[in-house]
C-alpha cells in the first residue's frame, strides 16, 4: 500500500470512529431526564462532548484499535454478491492449514518423496522384467507347438550331426530342445527375480506412501492439525514412512537387492532434489539440506475458480496445474491437483485398453473359427497351432487382467466423478466445514487406494499376504461408513 492510500485509509478510519462517537455519545446525552440536563446546564456543561469528555478519550482508542484490525472486513449493503465472498470464503475462513510448511515437516515429507520416487523407478524393471518374462513363455511354447506339428517339412530340410559323439539329430529334435532350453532359462529368470510380487508390493507400498502424503498435505485423517501445532500431524507421516519402509523391506522381499544403494538424482521428480550436478549421487536416507520444490511460479491453481471447472471441457482435458509436492493443500488445490489429475490419467487409458480387449476377443474367435476350417478342410494337425495362439492370447488378457483393468477404470471414473458432485452441490459454507474437508479427502484416497486394492487382489494368488495398504484399508472399513 503506498504512503498516499495508507494516508485516505487513516482518515477514513478516523472519520468513521469520530461519527461513531458522536452518535453513541448523542444517544447517552438524551437519555438524562430533563432535571439532570438542567443541573449539568447550571454547572456549565451543556452538551455530551463535555459531559462525557474522559469516556471520548477512552471510546476514541477503543475505536481506532477495532477499526485498523486485519479481522475487520467491509462491504456495501447493497452488493450482496460481494458480501456473501466476504463471508463465505473470508471470514469463515479456518486456519486448519498451516501458511508455510516447517522444516521438520519438509524433512520428513523429502524421505516420503524419496521412497515414492525410488519405488517407482524399480517399478520400471520389475513391470517389464514380468511382462517380458511371460510374453516370451507364451511365444516359445506356441513355437515348441509349430515345431512339433511341421517335424516332417522340418526333419526333411535339416539334420545336425553332433562333432563329439558323432550322433545325428533331426531338425525338429534340435529345435524343440533349443527352445525348452531358451523357455528354461526364461522361467528360470523369472522366478530369480520374482518380479511380479515385487512389482505389486513395491507399488502398492508407493501407493499407500504418496496417499498418506496427500492426506498430511491436506491435513486430514490422522494428519489434522490440532491446538498442539504440527508437531503431532509430523510425527503421524515420520510414523508412515517408517511402517512403508519395513513393508518394502519385508513384503517386496527386495532385502537381497540393493535397493537402497545410492542413486542419480535425476530419479528424484518431486523437487526434493534439485538435479544440480548430472553425476551426482545420493542416498535414499541422506539428510543433508537441499533446496525443497522446484521454483514455484507465480499463477498459483487455487487461483483458478472451481465453480467454473468442468471436467468435460476439451481445454481441461489438456491443462496442467503447476505442484510444488510440499505445500499444505486446499480443497480446492485438492482436487485439481489429485482428483481430477488421476481422473484424467484412467480415462485417456480407457480408450486403448478397451480396444485392446476387444482386438484380443476377435482375434479369439477368428483363431477358433480358423480352427474349425481347418479340421473341415482336412488339416487337423494345424488345428493345435491356431489352438495354441488363441491359448496364449487369452493367457496374455488374463495375466495382463485387460477386462479387470477397462472394468476398475469406468468404476474408479464414475467414483471420483460422484464424489465431485457431492462437493459441488454443498454451499461455500458446508465446503468450510473442516468435517466435509476431511470426508472429501478421506473419499478421495479410499476410492484410488480401492483400485489399487483390486488390482492386487486380480493379480494375487490365493491365500497371498495382502499389502501394507490392504491391511489399512481393511482396517478403516471396519471403523468408517460410507456417507449416503
Request: charged share 20%; with cysteine; proline share 3%.
Amino acid at each position: 500500500m503506498s504512503d498516499s492510500s495508507k494516508e485516505q485509509w487513516r482518515q477514513l478510519i478516523e472519520s468513521v470512529a469520530e461519527h461513531l462517537l458522536d452518535q453513541e455519545f448523542s444517544c447517552y446525552w438524551a437519555l438524562l431526564s430533563d432535571d439532570e440536563v438542567s443541573e449539568l446546564a447550571s454547572q456549565g456543561i451543556t452538551s455530551h462532548k463535555q459531559k462525557y469528555a474522559a469516556e471520548i478519550v477512552e471510546a476514541r482508542t477503543a475505536y481506532h484499535t477495532v477499526l485498523s484490525s486485519e479481522l475487520v472486513f467491509t462491504g456495501h449493503a447493497n452488493d450482496l454478491a460481494d458480501l456473501a465472498y466476504l463471508c463465505n470464503h473470508v471470514m469463515m475462513k479456518k486456519d486448519r492449514l498451516p501458511a508455510t510448511e516447517t522444516l521438520e515437516g519438509l524433512l520428513v515429507l523429502r524421505s516420503a518423496w524419496d521412497i515414492v520416487d525410488i519405488g517407482q523407478h524399480h517399478l520400471i524393471f520389475f513391470k517389464y522384467t514380468a511382462k517380458v518374462c511371460y510374453l516370451l513363455l507364451l511365444l516359445l511354447s506356441v513355437a515348441v507347438v509349430c515345431v512339433t506339428v511341421e517335424a516332417a517339412s522340418i526333419d526333411a530340410s535339416l539334420n545336425v550331426t553332433v562333432p563329439a559323439s558323432g550322433t545325428q539329430l533331426q531338425g525338429a529334435q534340435l529345435i524343440t530342445f533349443c527352445l525348452s532350453l531358451a523357455a528354461s532359462f526364461v522361467a528360470a529368470v523369472n522366478a530369480f527375480y520374482n518380479p511380479v510380487k515385487k512389482w505389486q508390493q513395491v507399488r502398492d507400498a508407493t501407493a499407500e506412501m504418496k496417499s498418506q502424503i496427500w492426506q498430511y498435505r491436506t491435513r486430514s485423517g490422522s494428519f489434522a492439525q490440532g491446538a498442539e501445532g504440527p508437531s503431532p500431524s509430523i510425527q503421524a507421516l515420520s510414523a508412515a514412512v517408517r511402517t512403508c519402509r519395513e513393508a518394502i523391506m519385508v513384503s517386496a522381499d527386495v532385502e537381497g537387492t540393493s535397493f537402497h544403494k545410492f542413486y542419480s538424482r535425476n530419479i528424484f521428480v518431486h523437487g526434493q532434489r534439485p538435479a544440480t550436478a548430472a553425476v551426482a549421487k545420493v542416498a535414499p536416507t541422506d539428510q543433508s539440506m537441499t533446496t525443497f520444490g522446484h521454483q514455484a511460479a507465480q499463477a498459483s491453481s487455487s487461483s483458478t475458480r472451481m465453480d467454473s471447472l468442468d471436467p468435460e471441457e476439451p481445454e481441461w482435458q489438456e491443462r496442467a496445474y503447476f505442484d510444488n509436492h510440499y505445500s499444505p493443500t486446499s480443497p480446492e488445490d485438492y482436487i485439481q491437483l489429485r482428483l481430477l489429475t488421476m481422473m484424467r490419467f484412467y480415462r485417456k487409458r480407457l480408450p486403448r485398453y478397451a480396444t485392446f480387449k476387444d482386438f484380443s476377443q476377435w482375434l479369439i474367435m477368428i483363431g477358433t473359427s480358423v480352427g474349425a476350417l481347418l479340421a473341415y478342410l482336412g488339416f487337423a494337425p494345424h488345428v493345435s497351432i491356431t489352438s495354441a495362439g488363441t491359448a496364449s492370447i487369452a493367457a496374455w488378457m488374463e495375466f495382463s487382467a485387460t477386462a479387470q483393468k477397462v472394468s476398475r477404470y469406468n468404476g474408479i471414473v464414475v467414483a471420483l466423478s460422484n464424489i465431485l458432485l457431492w462437493w459441488d452441490s454443498m454451499s461455500s459454507v458446508d465446503k468450510a466445514s473442516p468435517v466435509n474437508i476431511d470426508l472429501l479427502v478421506q473419499m478421495g484416497e479410499a476410492t484410488l487406494n480401492a483400485e489399487r486394492g483390486a488390482w492386487l487382489s486380480a493379480g494375487a494368488p490365493k491365500g497371498e499376504k495382502k499389502g501394507n495398504g490392504d491391511q489399512k484399508r481393511d482396517e478403516q472399513d471396519k471403523s468408517e461408513k460410507a456417507p449416503s
